[in-house]
């Protein structure tokens, strides 16, 4: 399968003289979704902040679709979809315009635009609100337009960063079951999370992040067999790694 994402050997942080991550690896493949987890403080945040270009690496390179943020900025941001743990948002912009703007930012002419957001607003329960201000919204509501905007441009990448903070049980049941809809579709999603349980059960393959390297990756098979522990669970997995480590 086609590679969408690739870290190699990206050291930085947000200085160059104190590295956050160092020397971390890993890929993104079409068709699969790929969990991003550690101990708060591990890295994860600089990892994705690297990804989407909003930080420089100190060495290393990362490329989306092939292309690289210092050599096609334009593109590579084009390449991704992004859904923040925060909720960025406008105020003077309705849910609706929110995400008009998206669609214009990405070149989606009308007529497609009005075929994927209409269907998006009615899964996330969104219908009555496409009016009104984000400031009125819940938590939810507003972590809801992030990923409404997201799924809206179908971009070959989707780096999602705790996605499920401030989601009621449907709206998770919703996002989950669009993002493995995309993945179907053929797109690659990484994935950052604290919910082991709802990693273990959608995600194909895992990261393992732990004070800035990358201790162990692999499907969740790999791990039981790296770690020496058959039957595990990933939180089983997961602790036995960080704890070994002195945590």
Known sequence: MTTLLEVKGVTGGYSYNHA?????????????????????GAGKSTTIKHILGLLEPIAGEISIAGKTFQSDP???????????????????????????????????????FYERARPLLK????????DRFPQQFSKGMRQKLMI????????????????????????????LT?????????????????ILATAEKHCDR???????????QGTLEELRR???????????IYLHIVEDDGQ
Not at 162 to 171: A, K, M, N, T, V
């Open 20 to 40: 956050v991550i160092k020397d971390v690896s890993f890929h993104i493949r079409e068709k699969e979704i790929v969990a991003l987890i550690g101990l708060n």
């Open 74 to 112: 334009e593109n590579y941001r084009l390449s991704y979809g992004y859904i923040p743990e925060s909720p960025i948002y406008y105020e003077e912009l309705t849910l609706w315009e929110h995400i008009e703007l998206m669609a214009m930012s990405h070149g989606l002419d009308r007529e497609v």
């Open 123 to 130: 899964e996330f329960r969104m219908e009555e609100m496409k």
């Open 148 to 175: 409404m905007m997201a799924l809206l441009v179908q971009p070959p990448l989707y780096i999602v960063d705790e996605p499920i903070l401030g989601l009621d049980p449907l709206g998770i049941r919703s996002l």
């Open 178 to 194: 669009w993002l493995n809809r995309c993945k179907e579709q053929g797109a690659g999603i990484l994935m950052s999370t604290h």
């Open 206 to 216: 895992f990261i393992i992040l732990h004070k800035g390297e990358i201790r162990a």
């Open 226 to 236: 790296m770690t020496g522990l058959p039957d595990s669970s990933l939180d089983d």
